[in-house]
């Protein structure tokens, strides 16, 4: 029992740590934007043509950002960072979510 609290406690940490690792890929999960509602969704709330959004083929984000996307646990994907790159489908637009998508289309100001 102590074990598996301080592994969530780890974990928690870990994730509550993800936007400062955002420099250098160590706290961000590779969201596939390949989920035609949300690509629609992208693009009518941008303002661009869907096939803009589906040429990045994917964003990255921060893990619990990520998590609300994709409508996974966070524990989930922490999980797959440790055995390799996490990745997971957007399946949830979020207002975050636009932002990376126009921070890597270079329509925004950063």
Request: proline share 2%; with cysteine; net charge positive.
């Amino acid at each position: 029992m102590r074990t598996t609290l301080a592994i969530l406690a780890s974990a928690s940490l870990a994730l509550s740590a993800a936007p400062a690792f955002a420099g250098n890929n160590n706290g961000l999960v590779v969201v596939d934007l390949t989920n035609a509602d949300v690509l629609n969704n992208l693009a009518q709330n941008l303002k661009v043509n869907v096939s803009d959004i589906s040429a990045l083929n994917n964003v990255s984000v921060p893990i619990g950002l990520a998590a609300a996307i994709c409508d996974v646990n966070a524990n989930v994907l922490a999980a797959q960072k440790k055995t390799g790159t996490s990745r997971c489908t957007a399946k949830n637009n979020t207002s975050a979510l636009q932002t990376a998508v126009q921070k890597k289309l270079g329509t925004v100001n950063q």
